[in-house]
């Protein structure tokens, strides 16, 4: 923890609080504080700079920028922001710059997903793997009601859907879930709800469903707990959660390629999201690695929802 005098003097200027209070409610990267808070990348890099060396701030390194965030140091400095958030005139109207920001990062993932609707099992996804799949399925208990969480075109849905008493199926783009409505259609399935939504807002009532599925989709969520949290929200009492997504990677290029917003996660970081969330009995396995360049490999993880 650095010196208090040296925080003091640091958080001194309105701008680097400003620059707290949003790194506060979420990772921005230098260009997204520019549009924020209409300053240049000269005077943010040097005002971040100033932020890291006090031991503030924090950054990690996300395709070809950074994304910057508050270290939890607790104490004085969560005090300082709660009351300059409420004396700094420019707080409120940061926090909503902030949100229409943001937005538009989903709306780019959101934009990748429509553009690729109809197509997307015909071309190459990392980590869909039917040795995957399969050894989730082995966890299935039917009948469930079943939440398919980020279900793209609705493949694995139609699948689940076989042995569930209902699947809701539910994505962000709405051309994926037009496609998906199509093919239950065509396959003569209606036991699938198709539902445009998004992971950290899911448009599904409290502890509605017995099973949540995230299939290779966590990874494509701004806020991978969020998703869980909200995950946690839907399931009934005892109800289990199950997780199939990528080992933590540094193939960048899948930001592009697929509009990825994490390379993975580590075994470590889904047993700590899921136990933060409130869900037991947590199990995290390695159920496949692909043999091709960049050898993507394929994390299981399994949950319940306590009794009460």
């Not at 100033?50 to 400095?77: H, P």
């Amino acid at each position: 923890m650095p010196s208090l005098v040296k925080i003091l003097r640091v958080v001194a200027d309105p701008n680097r609080l400003r620059i707290l209070l949003l790194l506060r409610a979420d990772e921005l990267s230098v260009a997204e504080l520019q549009e924020i808070l209409t300053m240049g990348q000269s005077t943010i890099s040097t005002h971040l700079g100033q932020l890291k060396q006090a031991g503030l701030v924090e950054d990690r390194r996300t395709g070809k920028s950074n994304l910057y965030s508050l270290v939890a140091n607790g104490g004085i400095v969560n005090e300082m922001l709660t009351q300059a958030k409420e004396e700094l005139p420019e707080a409120g109207p940061d926090q909503a710059a902030m949100r229409r920001v943001l937005k538009k990062r989903q709306e780019r993932s959101r934009a990748f997903f429509d553009s690729v609707a109809g197509r997307l099992g015909k071309d190459y996804v990392p980590g869909k793997s039917w040795k995957s799949v399969a050894e989730a399925l082995l966890s299935l208990m039917p009948p469930m009601i079943i939440a398919d969480l980020g279900a793209g075109e609705g493949a694995f849905a139609l699948l689940l859907a076989e042995s569930a008493k209902k699947v809701i199926a539910v994505d962000s783009s709405a051309n994926m879930i037009e496609v998906g409505r199509e093919l239950a259609l065509r396959h003569g399935v209606d036991n699938v709800e198709y539902r445009q939504g998004d992971m950290e807002e899911l448009p599904i009532d409290n502890a509605a469903v017995d099973l949540v599925f995230f299939s290779q989709s966590l990874h494509h969520a701004l806020h991978p707990d969020r998703a869980i949290r909200e995950a946690h929200r839907i399931l009934v009492p005892k109800g289990r959660i199950v997780i199939l997504d990528l080992v933590k990677h540094r193939f960048e290029e899948a930001r592009e390629l697929y509009a990825d917003e994490w390379l993975g996660f580590s075994e470590s970081e889904i047993e700590a999201m899921l136990e933060n969330a409130g869900f037991e009995e947590v199990q995290t396995s390695i159920v496949h690695k692909e043999p091709e360049t960049p050898q993507f490999q394929t994390l299981l993880a399994v949950a319940s929802k306590p009794a009460s």
